[in-house]
């Protein structure tokens, strides 16, 4: 995919984002230590999946729980 010539991105600071409608397959993993989609397809038979948020500033893969096939 080629990304727009003006397009900038920017690291992350502040609190981890968490976003959805990116499907995917496999064992839940976060992104980054500070973006993770917590949409794995379970509309498509995938895991519902969620994040243990504790106020920590960078997520972890062992605070990931869900529910369902994977």
Same mark, same amino acid.
């Given at each position: 995919m080629e990304w727009p010539s003006g &397009?900038?991105?920017s690291a992350i600071e502040g609190a981890?984002?968490?976003v959805g409608h990116h499907w995917f397959t496999g064992h839940p993993v976060i992104e980054?230590?500070?973006l993770a989609c917590l949409d794995w397809s379970a509309a498509? *038979?995938?895991p519902l999946v969620a994040y243990r948020?504790?106020?920590e500033s960078e997520l972890r893969n *062992?605070? &990931?729980a869900w529910v369902g096939k994977q």
């Open positions: &397009l900038v991105i981890p984002i968490f980054s230590p500070k498509k *038979d995938g948020w504790d106020g *062992d605070k &990931l």
